[in-house]
């Protein structure tokens, strides 16, 4: 059936992309060891840590992000909003980004005294999602604002780097594969799919973008200060429906 051949799918697509980032892990630890024992202070090794860290955080985004769009868990439960300060909350989740993806993040901010209602966690996990999308930016800039009485965006932006019409409709692409090897959302751990579902079921809206002058690609979400609703569920994909 076409359930059970999607699954299959999905399965030897996992298996593929969770071997590949364990062998990245794998080599880089191999090469922390063999310093360690030649014991030689250089600058490579930072640079190790630097990759094995990195490698083990997008394997396990991965992992969260087809859970989350295929699977069960927590936050599929609904989503339970909090009044929160966006300011602090993002600016907490760049330094955590600078430290476990050992990026350069640059965060600016509207105002300081703006609440909104948000789900903490799962908000997280968009924001974490659309900075996978930028996967090969050393360097990102983050921008929340206040785009009107009743809404507030985020902005994050890779600068220099101005992604193609083929390589956004990959990205934000249901497709598992692609027999012209374009470029889709597994290839970035899912994080555009998982970024957009979570922004929508806070009733915002989700857009990857690009600008030519200056070059550079950009997400925004933009999401309502004030939720209606207390609980909200993500839509998820199921691979076999119940019957």
């Known amino acids: ?11 030897s697509l996992l298996k593929h992309d969770i ?3 364990i062998i990245a ?6 090469l922390l060891e063999a310093k360690q024992l030649s014991d ?11 990759v094995s860290r990195r490698t083990t955080v997008e394997l396990i985004d991965f992992i969260e992000n087809v859970l989350l769009l295929y699977g069960e868990g927590e936050i599929h439960e609904g989503l339970s909003f909090y009044s929160v300060k966006p300011a602090s909350f993002v600016s907490s989740i760049a330094t955590k980004l600078m430290l476990e993806k050992n990026l350069n993040v640059t965060f600016s901010q509207c105002r300081q005294d703006m609440f909104v209602e948000i789900d903490p966690t799962a908000f997280e996990r968009a924001i974490a999602g659309a900075v996978s999308v930028f996967s090969h930016c050393d360097a990102l800039e983050m921008e929340l604002t206040e785009s009107s009485e009743d809404s507030f965006q985020l902005k994050i932006i890779c600068p220099g780097k101005c992604l193609s019409e083929a390589e956004r ?3 934000m692409s249901e497709q598992l594969r692609a027999a012209n090897g374009m470029e889709l959302a597994s290839t ?6 998982v970024a957009r579902r979570v922004v929508e079921a806070h009733g915002g809206a989700f857009a990857l973008k690009t600008s030519k002058e200056p070059p550079m690609s950009f997400i925004i979400m933009e999401l309502p ?7 909200k569920g993500i839509r998820v994909q199921r691979l076999i429906e119940n019957t």
């Not at 059936?1 to 399965?11: F, G, K, P």
């Not at 030689?40 to 630097?50: I, R, T």
């Not at 970035?188 to 799919?193: C, T």
């Open 1 to 11: 059936s076409t359930a059970l051949h999607r699954q299959n799918e999905l399965i």
């Open 19 to 21: 071997e590949t980032r």
């Open 25 to 30: 892990l794998k080599r880089a630890l191999d």
């Open 40 to 50: 030689q202070d250089d600058e490579v090794m930072p640079q190790l840590l630097a």
């Open 169 to 171: 409709s990959g990205l």
């Open 188 to 193: 970035n751990g899912f994080g555009a799919l």
């Open 225 to 231: 200060k004030y939720q209606n609703k207390r609980h």
